[in-house]
């Protein structure tokens, strides 16, 4: 058996469970047996000896009168195997029934009642035979006069109680093996299902992603399990559906302009060309490489906020600034197509983070925005605070977002219908969300069709540390 599965720890600890229950459960049980024996020999030995007791004190006679042999007798005659026995105020057995008896057999009872001056109840052992003995002194006139000493036999209580514990031990024995066998039994069974869980989870593969694990219909926590690693499995699959589509996008997106570079080399070696015409070649060279160099950057900055220990040396800058900046960037980027960039920028917004990944990010909504505005249009950059974030907003007139693709819009190389007519390589929204992510904001979209799109930035504000 491997000690190590989980059947075994679920064996092993019920069996130590069910043990140590078994077992306290059966020495309450000898405990309250014996307890309530003893309460009963205790409440006879009280009766008789508070009795006699009574008779000596209440009467005023003297253990030493001869008149109190005859009233132990007519007292105690009847009780069969009980002991009764009278010491003076020096120890010395005055009158005892039934047995003769040597003054040092209860000298220990004697010593302890005359110290005390209470009732004691104690387990002697007279000539071997087991006894229970209660002492109690007697007074007269608060003068202490003697100890009356009652004893009965307890060897039949003492037998029952050694019968009753072999006949425990003995059931116990019985009932411990076919309580592991059946918790061993019951392990299996509340296993097999796990077990049939991890062969089906063995049989998945990459190649085999589609596959789910079959649910047990137990309705517990191993049917809850089995749908967990079914959403895992969805996860998964969608991840590695998105990374082929990724890896086929930057293979297209590199094809292209490797492909034009490649044309423009072979067709530059053909023959002897003028220096204007390799100049002219050159220039378009230029062109491509600089596309391949951003998609590359583009492809880096994805793979860098999408690490798991990715850092940041985050700073405290002003934000107002950098957007100062960009309005001013945005209206030269909006003279080619005549349109009005307005700018509502609120001065001095702190934030604590990367200025030139948050420039950045920023730049993107812009030229987005620009890129899907026909001629003529407008853009409004507006920056300002919240309770806690800075808020950077950028509305446009331009085409707008169907409302079934703006989930999909910071995906990376998805392009919408109308986007796939303008220059760009998919990554600029994504990067921009990956940027804002990082620095603990959110980008919110609103976009209504022919109409024109809003995304709204927000960052927490920095807050000095007092």
């Given at each position: 058996m491997n000690t190590k599965s989980i059947r075994f720890r679920i064996v092993m600890w019920y069996s130590i469970i069910i043990f140590f229950t078994t077992v306290f459960i059966f020495v309450v049980f000898?405990?309250?047996?014996?307890?309530?024996?003893?309460?009963?020999?205790?409440?006879?030995?009280?009766?008789?000896?508070?009795k006699l007791?009574?008779?000596?004190?209440?009467?005023?006679?003297?253990?030493?009168?001869?008149?109190?042999?005859?009233?132990?007798?007519?007292?105690?005659?009847?009780?069969?195997?009980?002991?009764?026995?009278?010491?003076?105020?020096?120890?010395?057995?005055?009158?005892?029934?039934?047995?003769?008896?040597?003054?040092?057999?209860?000298?220990?009872?004697?010593?302890?009642?005359?110290?005390s001056k209470i009732p004691?109840?104690?387990?002697?052992?007279?000539?071997?035979?087991?006894?229970?003995?209660?002492?109690?002194?007697?007074t007269y006139n608060k003068s202490f006069g003697g100890v009356v000493i009652i004893g009965h036999p307890i060897d039949v209580i003492q037998k029952s109680l050694f019968s009753l514990s072999t006949t425990l031990f003995i059931v116990f024995s019985f009932l411990i093996f076919p309580i592991i066998l059946g918790g061993y039994i019951v392990a299996g069974k509340v296993m097999e299902p796990l077990s049939g869980i991890s062969k089906q989870i063995e049989s998945i593969?990459?190649?085999?992603?589609?596959?789910?694990?079959?649910?047990?219909?137990?309705?517990?926590?191993?049917?809850?399990?089995?749908?967990?690693?079914?959403?895992?499995?969805?996860?998964?699959?969608?991840?590695?559906?998105?990374?082929?589509?990724?890896i086929g996008d930057v293979a297209?997106?590199?094809?292209?302009?490797?492909?034009?570079?490649?044309?423009?080399?072979?067709?530059?070696?053909?023959?002897?060309?003028?220096?204007?015409?390799?100049?002219?070649?050159?220039?378009?060279?230029?062109?491509?490489v600089n596309k391949l160099s951003s998609i590359v950057k583009n492809i880096l900055d994805l793979a860098w906020f999408g690490a798991e220990n990715e850092k940041l040396d985050k700073r405290r800058f002003n934000l107002s600034l950098t957007v100062k900046e960009l309005h001013e960037l945005a209206v030269r980027m909006g003279d080619t197509k005549h349109m009005k960039i307005f700018g509502e920028i609120k001065h001095d917004i702190f934030i604590t983070g990367v200025e030139d990944k948050i420039s950045r990010a920023l730049l993107n909504i812009i030229d987005n925005a620009i890129k899907y505005t026909p001629d003529k249009g407008k853009v409004n950059l507006r920056l300002f605070t919240t309770d806690d974030h800075a808020v950077f907003e950028v509305n446009d007139t331009g085409v707008g977002i169907v409302k079934k693709d703006i989930p999909h819009i910071f995906e990376r190389?998805?392009?919408?219908?109308?986007?796939?007519?303008?220059?760009?390589?998919?990554?600029?929204?994504?990067?921009?969300?990956?940027?804002?992510?990082?620095?603990?904001?959110?980008?919110?979209?609103?976009?209504?069709?022919?109409?024109?799109?809003?995304?709204?930035?927000?960052?927490?504000?920095f807050r000095s540390v007092s």
């Open positions: 000898y405990a309250v047996t014996r307890q309530t024996l003893y309460t009963q020999v205790d409440r006879e030995l009280f009766s008789h000896a508070s007791t009574d008779i000596i004190t209440r009467q005023g006679v003297n253990i030493h009168e001869t008149m109190l042999k005859q009233q132990l007798f007519d007292e105690f005659a009847q009780m069969p195997g009980m002991l009764v026995v009278l010491l003076d105020e020096q120890g010395k057995v005055m009158k005892s029934s039934f047995l003769e008896v040597q003054e040092q057999s209860y000298s220990s009872l004697y010593q302890e009642v005359r110290e004691i109840f104690r387990d002697l052992s007279l000539n071997n035979f087991p006894m229970r003995f209660t002492a109690w002194p007697i593969s990459l190649q085999r992603l589609g596959e789910r694990v079959a649910s047990p219909g137990t309705g517990d926590e191993i049917e809850n399990l089995a749908q967990t690693f079914n959403k895992l499995l969805d996860r998964l699959q969608d991840a590695f559906k998105r990374e082929r589509q990724f297209h997106e590199l094809k292209t302009p490797l492909s034009t570079i490649g044309s423009a080399i072979e067709l530059a070696t053909t023959r002897e060309r003028t220096g204007k015409e390799y100049r002219a070649t050159c220039e378009d060279l230029l062109i491509d190389f998805w392009r919408g219908r109308e986007a796939r007519e303008t220059h760009g390589t998919g990554l600029g929204l994504a990067i921009a969300q990956g940027i804002i992510k990082a620095h603990g904001g959110e980008i919110r979209v609103e976009s209504t069709v022919g109409k024109g799109t809003s995304i709204r930035i927000l960052l927490p504000l």
